[in-house]
């Protein structure tokens, strides 16, 4: 199929509802969690990240056959290498009492075929130009401006995941159409555009509304708003914080429809696992995750290793799960996780819009007062006509 050509529309135009799906490697973001959230009138997203072009391009066919809406695509940027090789090794061996008791050997950390941080990107941005979506947006890095363009030229929204203020401006110098600013209340991995080791040792980055405040002041782009949201009133408040539409991960990971492990699925409302870090104890880059005992033992000594760490736990990781073991599993999970709700995916899309008509009725109304939401609402997404003028964060 040739590329499309023509305008892209604005991101504002795909979704009724401003409640986009966030894209969920590893097997949580399959298309029939996608399909269901753009049917029921959010955005949908596939994770294209760990997996091979091939692969991607199969789940496009397989979202394309369950819904004729919108849907995204997310893409890893390739990692440059930033692996102490001593470090890794030291972590290798420390790993080897987990292989004993998992009975399952550590991953290679040298073999490539795809897996050597490049992650199957050129492939993958070839399927995606050929055959494009509504949407592509990108983690752990900004493409350059020639990749945005021809997107772009395919008539595809492209987005870029931020984590600060710079990284925000060089998405829009790149000619990214939008950005998603991650909080760190996020589960899953930081999108940074680069994995700072020293990092750690200091904050490990803005809230979400601090984060949302100071993007908005920076650059003139429609933002989506990620990190730690579970309920319509979260979304109407980065609405009114500036965001034109949330990205919820959390929330959705506990539908039918997601693709995560039942024992994922259990925990996040397990009273055995009561809070989140960040950690590197699962890939080499830092992640939020329900604390288990896998991640108490060996986060505080997992090095700044992505993908080499990724590839040497996988085994472990699947083997915990076919053990029945949560302990040992990479719980992804953001910091409302306890607010999971088990409903269709579908179901969770309209109940979310109708918690944000509620909420935004009780802010026009005031305290005390009656107003009442007007039907469909929820759709009305975006900030207020006049933003303020590009300026430097506070």
């Known amino acids: 199929m040739a590329a499309a050509t023509g305008s892209v529309p604005a991101v504002t135009d795909l979704f009724r509802y401003p409640i986009v799906q966030a894209p969920m490697a590893g097997g949580a973001s399959r298309p029939e969690l996608a399909a269901a959230v753009c049917r029921a009138g959010g955005l949908g997203f596939l994770a294209a990240g760990?997996?091979?072009?091939?692969?991607?391009?199969?789940?496009?066919?397989?979202?394309?056959?369950?819904?004729?809406?919108?849907?995204?695509?997310?893409?890893?940027l390739p990692q440059r290498p930033v692996a102490d090789a001593a470090a890794?090794?030291?972590?290798?061996?420390?790993?080897?009492?987990?292989?004993?008791?998992?009975?399952?050997?550590?991953?290679?950390?040298?073999?490539?075929?795809?897996?050597?941080?490049?992650?199957?990107?050129e492939g993958k941005l070839a399927v995606l130009t050929e055959t494009p979506v509504a949407v592509v947006s990108f983690t752990f890095g900004c493409p350059d401006a020639g990749v945005l363009g021809a997107l772009a030229r395919a008539g595809t929204?492209?987005?870029?995941?931020?984590?600060s203020v710079a990284e925000a401006r060089t998405a829009e110098?790149?000619?990214?159409?939008?950005?998603?600013?991650?909080?760190?209340?996020?589960?899953?991995?930081?999108?940074t555009h680069r994995d700072d080791p020293y990092a750690d040792r200091g904050s490990p980055g803005l809230g979400l509304l601090t984060l949302l405040a100071?993007?908005?002041?920076?650059?003139?782009?429609?933002?989506?708003?990620?990190?730690?949201?579970?309920?319509?009133?979260?979304?109407?408040?980065?609405?009114?914080?500036?965001?034109?539409?949330?990205?919820?991960?959390?929330?959705?990971?506990?539908?039918?429809?997601?693709?995560?492990?039942?024992?994922?699925?259990?925990?996040?409302?397990?009273?055995?696992?009561?809070?989140?870090?960040?950690?590197?104890?699962?890939?080499g880059r830092p992640a939020r995750g329900l604390v288990?005992?896998?991640?108490?033992?060996?986060?505080?000594?997992?090095?700044?290793?992505?993908?080499?760490?990724?590839?040497?736990t996988a085994g472990l990781r699947r083997a915990a799960a076919r053990a029945g073991d949560p302990q040992g599993m990479a719980l992804?999970?953001?910091?409302?996780?306890?607010?999971?709700?088990?409903?269709?995916?579908?179901r969770l899309v309209r109940t979310l819009a109708a918690e944000l008509d509620e909420a935004r009725a009780a802010l026009l109304a005031g305290p005390g007062g009656t107003a009442a939401a007007a039907p469909g609402t929820a759709n009305a997404a975006g900030p207020p006509a006049a933003p303020p003028q590009k300026g430097e964060p506070a």
């Not at 290798?92 to 009975?103: F, I, K, P, T, V």
């Not at 760190?184 to 930081?190: C, K, T």
């Open 292 to 312: 288990n005992r896998f991640l108490r033992e060996h986060g505080p000594y997992a090095p700044a290793a992505y993908p080499q760490v990724h590839r040497m």
């Open 157 to 163: 929204v492209t987005v870029v995941t931020v984590t």
């Open 88 to 121: 890794v090794a030291v972590y290798r061996e420390q790993l080897a009492g987990e292989s004993s008791w998992y009975a399952a050997p550590l991953g290679d950390t040298d073999t490539g075929g795809g897996d050597d941080g490049d992650d199957g990107y």
């Open 50 to 76: 760990l997996k091979t072009p091939e692969a991607m391009y199969q789940e496009i066919r397989v979202a394309r056959g369950l819904t004729d809406r919108p849907f995204g695509v997310n893409l890893f």
């Open 173 to 191: 110098a790149a000619g990214a159409a939008a950005v998603c600013v991650q909080g760190v209340e996020a589960g899953g991995h930081r999108g």
């Open 214 to 283: 100071q993007v908005r002041e920076a650059v003139d782009l429609p933002l989506i708003a990620a990190g730690g949201l579970m309920r319509g009133a979260q979304i109407a408040a980065v609405l009114a914080a500036g965001a034109v539409a949330a990205q919820l991960g959390t929330a959705f990971l506990v539908c039918p429809e997601s693709g995560a492990d039942p024992l994922h699925k259990r925990a996040l409302t397990d009273p055995l696992f009561p809070h989140t870090e960040l950690t590197r104890a699962f890939t």
């Open 332 to 346: 992804w999970a953001g910091q409302g996780h306890r607010m999971a709700r088990t409903l269709s995916a579908e």
